[in-house]
């Protein structure tokens, strides 16, 4: 059974860090590309970063360029995000995404396009 489970949430400062992982499990996880999206309360659930399968490929929103960093480790089935300088707005549930292609695209922010969902993680940034 395909599985994805985001982990390392949580309460941080404005200006803070966290590091997200998304550990997959029942698939070939290095044929997938892997995205990262988050919902704020009240607001749709926006795309926030990518990956290509064999980590080479990297796309991420305007509102995080620069301060977040996505990676894998395939022999670990893990994607990471590394979030730094978080500000208030950062405020959301995280969800993990897999989807089964070679190729990023330049759909690679669209929900409809990911196959598999994890349960997702909260980070909240507050003093």
């Known amino acids: 059974q395909l599985q994805l489970v985001e982990s390392g949430g949580g309460l941080v400062q404005p200006g803070g860090s966290l590091r997200l992982s998304c550990t997959a499990s029942?698939?070939?996880?290095?044929?997938?590309?892997i995205g990262w999206f988050r919902q704020a309360p009240g607001k749709e659930r926006e795309g926030i970063s990518c990956?290509?399968?064999?980590?080479?490929?990297?796309n991420y929103a305007d509102s995080v360029k620069g301060r977040f960093t996505i990676s894998r480790d395939n022999a670990k089935n893990t994607v990471y995000l590394e979030m730094n300088s978080l500000k208030p707005e950062d405020t959301a549930v995280y969800y993990c995404?897999?989807?089964?292609?070679?190729?990023?695209?330049?759909?690679?922010?669209?929900?409809?396009?990911?196959?598999?969902w994890g349960q997702g993680t909260q980070v909240t940034v507050s003093s």
């Open positions: 995404a897999a989807r089964s292609r070679a190729w990023i695209g330049d759909d690679w922010y669209v929900e409809s396009s990911y196959a598999y």
């Open positions: 029942g698939f070939t996880f290095d044929y997938y590309n």
């Open positions: 990956i290509n399968s064999r980590g080479e490929i990297t």
